[in-house]
C-alpha cells in the first residue's frame, strides 16, 4: 500500500511504485479531469501539480511522489485558480475541452510564481501544453487577463 495526499485527502493504493500518477488518479481514485493524452510527457494533458510545480503526472511514477501533496483540476481552489477559471470562461477559451485541466493547471502553476508575465514567460510555461482545436491566442490572452485581475 502506498501512501498519497490528493487534494487534501489522504489515500492509501495499492498499486505497483513504477505505476505513473495519472493511472492512479484516473483508475484507483476516480480523479477523471487528468487526461491521458499521449503517455510521454509532450501533450500537457495529465498536467497536476506536485507540491505547486506543475508535472506531467503520465510520467511521475507512484512511488517518486512521497509525501508530496497532488494537487488535480479538480481540487485547484484559491485566488489564482479562480482568476485563471474565470478569465478562461470569460473569454471563452475552451473548443473541444479535451487539453485544457492540462493548460489550467500550467497558467495556474505559472502565474503563482510569475504574477506578472511576458508572453516569453508564458511560452516557456505553456511550452509542451498541446491544443489540438489550437486555442493558443485565446490561452494566452486569458493567462493575461488572470494575471490582470490579481495585480
Not at 497532488?70 to 481540487?75: A, W
Request: include cysteine.
Amino acid at each position: 500500500m502506498l501512501k498519497l495526499t490528493v487534494n487534501g485527502v489522504a489515500h492509501e493504493v495499492e498499486a505497483d511504485p513504477d505505476t505513473p500518477l495519472l493511472w492512479v488518479l484516473r483508475d484507483h481514485l476516480d480523479k477523471t479531469g487528468t487526461k491521458y493524452g499521449c503517455g510521454i510527457a509532450q501533450c500537457g494533458a495529465c498536467t497536476v501539480h506536485l507540491d505547486g510545480q506543475a508535472v506531467r503526472s503520465c510520467q511521475t511514477r507512484i512511488g517518486d511522489v512521497g509525501e508530496a501533496k497532488v494537487t488535480t483540476i479538480e481540487g485547484v481552489s484559491g485566488r489564482v485558480a479562480e482568476a485563471v477559471q474565470t478569465a478562461w470562461r470569460g473569454l471563452d477559451v475552451v473548443q473541444c475541452g479535451y487539453c485544457q485541466s492540462g493548460q489550467i493547471m500550467s497558467a495556474i502553476g505559472l502565474l503563482s510564481t510569475t504574477p506578472k508575465p511576458t508572453d516569453a514567460d508564458i511560452n516557456g510555461a505553456m511550452d509542451g501544453n498541446v491544443c489540438r482545436c489550437g486555442t493558443y491566442q485565446r490561452i494566452r490572452a486569458a493567462i493575461h487577463e488572470a494575471a490582470r485581475s490579481l495585480a
